[in-house]
T-cell receptor
Framework: GAGVSQSPRYKVTKRGQDVALRCDPISGHVSLYWYRQALGQGPEFLTYFNYEAQQDKSGLPNDRFSAERPEGSISTLTIQRTEQRDSAMYRC??????????FGAGTRLSVL | AQKVTQAQTEISVVEKEDVTLDCVYETRDTTYYLFWYKQPPSGELVFLIRRNSFDEQNEISGRYSWNFQKSTSSFNFTITASQVVDSAVYFCALSEPHLDTAGNKLTFGGGTRVLVKP
């Protein structure tokens, strides 16, 4: 596609529910990144894929967070048993051979 | 560990004034990249520029200019003759290259909110 597409744009969920956030990268981009951005702060790295391989998941805060990119294109970030502290903007970025990360519009997650 | 500091949390200017955003970084690597991104009120994150640590030439793009000084670990951003449309949060970011050529996770500063009043 023309840009990085994330869905849903907004997600409101109740504490304890699981959520799945989707990212469709720019066509042909090998690398895909997930970041989390709290209100009033800069984005923080969560995890990174090169093709379908998860190369770095050092930023995932705990084992309730997981991500996959099974066919090397679309990626899903899953948060199990959501907590209020998980409320944030979740941003996806993709990069091609020039290694510049282009971001999607983000998914704003609110956990009630 | 990498760190990016944007000491100015908010800057307010009147249209046509110049505004300079400070960015100071810390890294132990000799090879790294520096970035600026813009987050307008609509919320998306827009890439503005990337600089290589070996290239200290200043860069100008229209009303935007960047001053990279390795000696002071700074990568400052100036908007000349600001316009209302420049109102946004601006983020400075640092990456260290991974061993594979495709990976560069970013460390962001806290951002500087620029408000340009008409």
């Amino acid at each position: 596609g023309a840009g990085v597409s994330q869905s849903p744009r907004y997600k409101v969920t109740k504490r304890g529910q699981d959520v799945a956030l989707r990212c469709d990268p720019i066509s042909g981009h090998v690398s895909l990144y997930w970041y989390r951005q709290a209100l009033g702060q800069g984005p923080e790295f969560l995890t990174y894929f090169n093709y379908e391989a998860q190369q770095d998941k050092s930023g995932l805060p705990n084992d309730r967070f997981s991500a996959e990119r099974p066919e090397g294109s679309i990626s899903t970030l899953t948060i199990q048993r959501t907590e209020q502290r998980d409320s944030a903007m979740y941003r996806c970025a993709s990069a091609g051979t020039e290694n510049i990360q282009y971001f999607g519009a983000g998914t704003r997650l609110s956990v009630l | 560990a990498q760190k990016v500091t944007q000491a100015q949390t908010e800057i307010s200017v009147v249209e046509k004034e110049d505004v300079t955003l400070d960015c100071v970084y810390e890294t132990r690597d000799t090879t790294y990249y520096l970035f600026w991104y813009k987050q307008p009120p609509s919320g998306e994150l827009v890439f503005l520029i990337r600089r290589n640590s070996f290239d200290e030439q200043n860069e100008i793009s229209g009303r935007y200019s960047w001053n990279f000084q390795k000696s002071t670990s700074s990568f400052n951003f100036t908007i000349t003759a600001s316009q209302v449309v420049d109102s946004a949060v601006y983020f400075c970011a640092l990456s260290e290259p991974h061993l594979d050529t495709a990976g560069n996770k970013l460390t962001f500063g806290g951002g500087t909110r620029v408000l340009v009043k008409p």
